[in-house]
């Protein structure tokens, strides 16, 4: 897996499963703007900005202890990592010993190689799942798409802008060339800054759980079960009640590609068990309080509900994206903008939908991969 070039505007998936890409302006791509915040003492959070069509890059978490430090998922970008490691740098000369990737999708884990060569003791922890998906899928996947797949989109971009109309003849329009134009700055800026980059999989794995003692902090590194992925890992600070949930939360719009929503509620349940009182998703605003979260639950066992009523009818993908009404959801997590509708269609209902579809009919569509 590689990049989901954002499915609100530009967009349409031109990988399986990954990150979400944003231009930065038609000039050129850059990662999104961050902002470090103290969550408790020895502990903070790389907040990236969730920009107007959706999410980019990973929120970092950062455990300062007596002597090393503990770094949770690790950016897509080598330039968005480089900024995190200085960040790091500025707190505390201790290295980096342990660095979380929650789960397999690329804006979590590209960033490891820059940890790797900054701290060459660091071990990276995943679990086995995601270490299978990120040597099964990823590898090839970032080969393919720096190698064939994006130059190749590159080039029909500008082919695009220069003769004024797409491949099929279909003349842009200022709004399509605006959006043509960020695409182009975009997939321009991931080849040039990803173009040394070598996924690097986990050199530890934790199936169930991994608690590591540190002075007198506590870090919990636990699988709670399968949710946005079959492999998702979250870190918990007990007594700081604090924990990282990695992509099982995504604030303001969820992330629903090829997730596993049958089983998403029961983990989002223990997770609320941990007693965590600021909650660092993977994407988008820290919450103080599991508001957002029961939101995140009632919306999805909404859509599971309604995709099994539809399946047990005997409808097809299509019948049942049709008879899948998330309209009294569309505003909490949408807002009233076109674009915000927009992308809680292309980020959420339509990747939930397909998703639990296959969950209830495993036999209809040939899988591939597995999240």
Aim: glycine share 8%.
């Amino acid at each position: 897996m590689a990049v989901r070039a954002l499915n609100c505007r530009v967009s349409t998936w031109v990988s399986r499963c990954a990150l979400l890409l944003v231009a930065g302006s038609a000039a050129g791509a850059q990662p999104s703007p961050y902002e470090v915040k103290q969550l408790a003492p020895g502990v903070h959070v790389v907040v990236r900005q969730v920009p107007p069509h959706g999410a980019s890059d990973s929120n970092v978490l950062i455990v300062v202890n007596e002597s090393d430090v503990i770094v949770v998922d690790a950016n897509i970008f080598p330039s968005s990592a480089r900024q995190v490691i200085a960040e790091i740098r500025k707190l505390t000369p201790n290295p980096v010993r342990y660095l979380i990737n929650t789960h397999w999708h690329s804006d979590h884990h590209y960033g490891n190689q820059l940890y790797r060569e900054a701290y060459p003791g660091v071990e990276i922890v995943a679990h086995p799942a995601t270490r299978d998906l990120v040597i099964r899928e990823d590898v090839p996947a970032l080969k393919r798409n720096l190698g064939t797949e994006y130059p190749a989109v590159v080039a029909r971009i500008r082919t695009a802008l220069k003769t004024g109309e797409r491949s099929n003849g279909e003349p842009l329009t200022p709004e399509s060339r605006t959006e043509l134009t960020e695409a182009l700055a975009t997939y321009e800026f991931f080849l040039q800054d990803m173009k040394s980059t070598r996924p690097v999989p986990a050199t530890m794995t934790v199936a169930d759980s991994l608690v590591l003692h540190r002075g007198d902090r506590t870090v919990v590194v636990k699988y709670l079960g399968r949710g946005n992925t079959r492999g998702d890992l979250i870190v918990h600070l007990p007594k700081e009640r604090i924990v990282a949930t990695g992509d099982l939360v995504v604030h303001p719009i969820p992330f629903a590609f090829s997730s596993h929503l049958g089983d998403w509620p029961t983990t989002l349940r223990a997770l609320e068990r941990t007693g965590a009182t600021t909650i660092v998703p993977g994407h988008g605003a820290i919450q103080t309080d599991w508001t957002y979260v029961d939101r995140l639950i009632a919306l999805i066992e909404s859509t599971w509900n309604q995709v099994r009523k539809a399946v047990a009818s005997g409808a097809d993908l299509e019948a049942t994206r049709k008879a899948v009404n998330l309209d009294s959801f569309r505003e909490t997590f949408g807002g009233g903008s076109p674009d915000g509708r927009r992308a809680f269609d292309g980020l959420f209902v339509n990747p939930a939908v397909e998703a639990a579809y296959k969950e209830l009919r495993p036999d209809s569509v040939a899988q591939k991969g597995g999240s």
